[in-house]
């Protein structure tokens, strides 16, 4: 005798409609933190001063 279960997601009882008004509430917390780009700008005449011409490596 073969029995079937039905399983049942967990938040199947959700609307779409709540879970998109959820969604928008959380925004901006849901977007990832920005890890790219330059971390400090250095003026020209800052440079000659302390001899940092060269970019850094990344």
Not at 7 to 30: G, L, Y
């Amino acid at each position: 005798m073969t029995t079937t279960r039905t399983e049942k997601h967990p938040h199947s009882n959700k609307s779409e409609k709540q879970i998109d008004t959820q969604v928008e509430d959380s925004f901006p917390a849901s977007d990832p933190p920005s890890t790219g780009g330059t971390t400090k700008l250095v003026p020209d005449e800052d440079r000659k001063k302390t001899g940092d011409d060269k970019p850094a490596s990344r």
